[in-house]
């Protein structure tokens, strides 16, 4: 209870206040590239219901969505599109994910159908909570895209050595996590932005 408060205090908080910031990135979108402000995709949150995460669009917008990872240097990706990435200012439109209760500001990073589909057993325990905009995995791995980009073979990288790695904190946090640790995980996000 005290947790879904928090979020949704600060969620209609952080959407005011940024708002500036949140307005001249859409300008910076739109005027960078053809095509809507926000990207939006499935992806499986609480109970494994399939909700649609907003964020700005980074990429192209005739790109292909697949492979589902996205290494550094990959073409798709705008100029501004890796400003926003690089700052992770292409995060803030999850807030509205946060406001309406599909995400919280802590949890497991939600992942897409496909994803999960692989490990659901797994993910039968982690989706027992709100998937988040952050988490330990986020500052663990919060260069994913050049690790990515220097493997072989990047989607092959992911599902055997990030993916199952993320698994085990997700998992850890659903059985450890606390209100206390969510703000000492907030923290840790900012100062590694």
Do not use: W
Not at 74 to 102: A, C, W
Not at 164 to 181: Q, S, T
């Amino acid at each position: 209870m005290a947790k879904r408060a928090f979020d949704l205090i600060f969620s209609f908080l952080g959407l005011i206040l940024l708002s500036p910031v949140i307005l001249v990135a859409a300008v910076g979108v739109k005027c960078s590239s053809s095509g809507p402000v926000l990207f939006r995709q499935d992806r499986v949150g609480r109970h494994f219901k399939i909700f649609r995460i907003c964020k700005f669009r980074t990429m192209r917008h005739d790109a292909l969505s697949d492979p589902p990872i996205t290494v550094y240097g990959d073409p798709r990706v705008t100029p501004f599109g890796r400003f926003l990435r690089r700052t992770k200012l292409d995060e803030l439109p999850q807030l509205i994910n946060v406001l309406r209760g599909e995400m919280s500001f802590v949890g497991p990073r939600p992942e897409v159908p496909y994803y999960v589909g692989m490990f659901r057993r797994d993910y039968e325990e982690i989706l027992q909570v709100r998937p988040g905009i952050t988490d330990e995995a986020s500052i663990e791995f919060r260069h994913e895209g050049a690790m990515l980009a220097s493997a072989a073979a990047p989607e092959e990288f992911y599902l055997k050595n990030v993916l199952p790695r993320k698994i085990e904190l997700a998992r850890k946090y659903v059985h450890n996590g606390r209100l206390m640790d969510d703000l000492s995980i907030i923290l840790r996000t900012l100062m590694h932005l």
